[in-house]
C-alpha cells in the first residue's frame, strides 16, 4: 500500500522559515517524481515544486521559487520542503504528492498525481 505521511506544519508569524516532511512507503521511492501541492482555503490546489529520483533537478512555481527550497532523501524514503520568507498567502495545507509538474490542462486537478499524504496545515499570521 503507498503511504505518504506529512509532518512538520505549524502556525508562524511572517517571515518566519519551516521544513516539512514527508515519509513515504509501499512504492520504489527512489525512482519517483514527487511534488509539494498546497491548497488554500477557499481555493484550487496550487502545484509548488517537483523534484526527480536522484534528487537534483528540481523544479518550482513562479510564486515561491525564490522562497521555497524541496530536497528528498532516498535513503530514508523522504521528502522535504523548506519554506522561507513565509507570509500569510502561504497559509495552507500542504500536501506530498507523487508524481510531477503538471502540464497546464491538470493544473488543479488531483487525478495528475497517483498518491497524496494526508496533508499538514501551515498558517501565517501575526
Known amino acids: 500500500e503507498v503511504q505518504l505521511v506529512e509532518s512538520g506544519g505549524g502556525s508562524l508569524q511572517p517571515g518566519a522559515s519551516l521544513t516539512l516532511s514527508c515519509a513515504a512507503a509501499g512504492f520504489t521511492f527512489s525512482t519517483s517524481i514527487m511534488s509539494w501541492v498546497r491548497q488554500a482555503p477557499g481555493k484550487e490546489i496550487e502545484w509548488l515544486s517537483s523534484?526527480?529520483?536522484?534528487?537534483?533537478?528540481?523544479n518550482y512555481a513562479d510564486s515561491v521559487k525564490v522562497r521555497f527550497t524541496i530536497s528528498r532523501d532516498n535513503a530514508k524514503n523522504s521528502l522535504y520542503l523548506k519554506l522561507n520568507s513565509l507570509k500569510p498567502e502561504d497559509t495552507a495545507m500542504y500536501y506530498c504528492t507523487r508524481g510531477g509538474r503538471p502540464p497546464t490542462s491538470f493544473a488543479t486537478d488531483r487525478s495528475w498525481w497517483t498518491a497524496w499524504g494526508q496533508g499538514t496545515p501551515v498558517t501565517v499570521s501575526s
Open positions: 523534484i526527480n529520483g536522484g534528487g537534483n533537478v528540481p
